[in-house]
């Protein structure tokens, strides 16, 4: 027994520290994005990204315009900052079809009341709330139904907003799914953790930091 711990402590001693820590990423802002103080750090083991820095129409449009309805995209002076897909190896076996967190910011909107304000013409949302995220107030609604999804198909987002720099920045944490009940075999497919697709979510946006 003795002679066994002496071996479990020379091997200790002798081999070199072994972290396990979740392999982290940061990306800065590229092309469009390139003049904003921001940095995203993520687990690169759950997450997967697009191309960093794009520009591209309002995201999630048909949830929550983030800017100004009817506007073209010029107009709107959106950019997308970047988008990270939960790896669909971490959900197989479930109903879960996508979650997703976005980054974009506006530069047209020049006012801290025009940019909590994400009421559309079909609903009024107002974002009360707040959240402290590295020294940053955002205001925030709490996960609720979105809209376009298609018939047995749902999807909830978190909405977030913060005005910095005269730029409102928004964050979206999204899901979307499937309705298992329309399977042949509903019990073959897993209903999925939403509290804890949320929290892997909200584990990105903690480390989101924008000067």
Excluded at 42 to 50: E, I
Excluded at 73 to 79: E, L
Excluded at 186 to 196: A, D, G, L, Q, V
Aim: aromatic content about 12%; charged content about 20%; overall charge positive.
């Amino acid at each position: 027994m003795k002679k066994y711990l002496y071996l479990l402590l020379a091997a200790a001693i002798l081999l070199p520290n072994v972290s396990y820590a979740a392999p982290l990423k940061t990306l800065k802002p590229k092309g469009f994005a390139r003049d904003l103080k921001v940095t995203l750090t993520y687990d690169a083991g759950q997450f997967q990204t697009s191309e960093f820095g794009i520009t591209s129409y309002i995201p999630f449009h048909h949830m929550f315009p983030l800017a100004h309805e009817g506007q073209s995209h010029a107009d709107n002076q959106v950019v997308e900052i970047t988008r990270l897909y939960l790896k669909p190896s971490i959900y197989k076996g479930t109903n879960l079809e996508s979650a997703i967190f976005l980054l974009s910011a506006d530069f047209a909107i020049t006012s801290a009341d025009e940019c909590y304000d994400a009421s559309t013409t079909e609903k009024q949302i107002s974002l009360t709330k707040k959240r402290k995220v590295m020294g940053n107030s955002w205001h925030y609604t709490s996960p609720h139904p979105g809209g376009g999804a298609a018939a047995g198909h749902s999807s909830y987002t978190e909405l977030y907003r913060l005005f910095k720099n005269n730029t409102c920045y928004e964050v979206v944490l999204g899901t979307s799914d499937f309705n298992r009940s329309g399977l042949d075999n509903p019990n073959s497919i897993k209903e999925y953790n939403f509290k804890k697709v949320m929290s892997r979510l909200g584990a990105v946006f903690n480390r989101l930091q924008i000067k």
